[in-house]
């Protein structure tokens, strides 16, 4: 094969030719609410429990309501929180940006270990979530 078609073709290869590009121009912010474990489904309830001890990114629809759940796995103290960053809609997708934040300096915490995880709900859309 000549140089100049292995070329092309490395290029295609790494520029990844055919692969769709996500549009991750905000549309709207959207509206939701972070769920008391208690007030969750008690099917994705069930599923977190499993998944808790490992970090996990789950989507769960139900009833025209859409379930965002992101899990940080184990955790060797108590005092984590979760932080909803972004939650946005783009033309083709769903965006959510989350992010563990750490007990704070002075905090008192117990050396228990924990699974902090967040439930977001809005109402269900036809576009797929992409996490961040």
Known sequence: MKKWC?????VCILTGCGVQTQDEEKVSDLAFTVLDPELVPEELRNVLEEKKITPFKVTYEDEGDLYICVGYGEQQTSGYSIV??????????????TELIGPGKGEET????TCPY?????EQTEQPVVFK
């Not at 117990?110 to 270990?113: E, M, P």
């Open 6 to 10: 292995l070329a092309i073709l490395a």
């Open 84 to 97: 909803v960053e972004d939650l946005y809609l783009t033309s083709n997708a769903v965006y959510v940006d």
């Open 110 to 113: 117990a050396a228990a270990t």
């Open 118 to 122: 967040i439930v977001l709900k809005l």
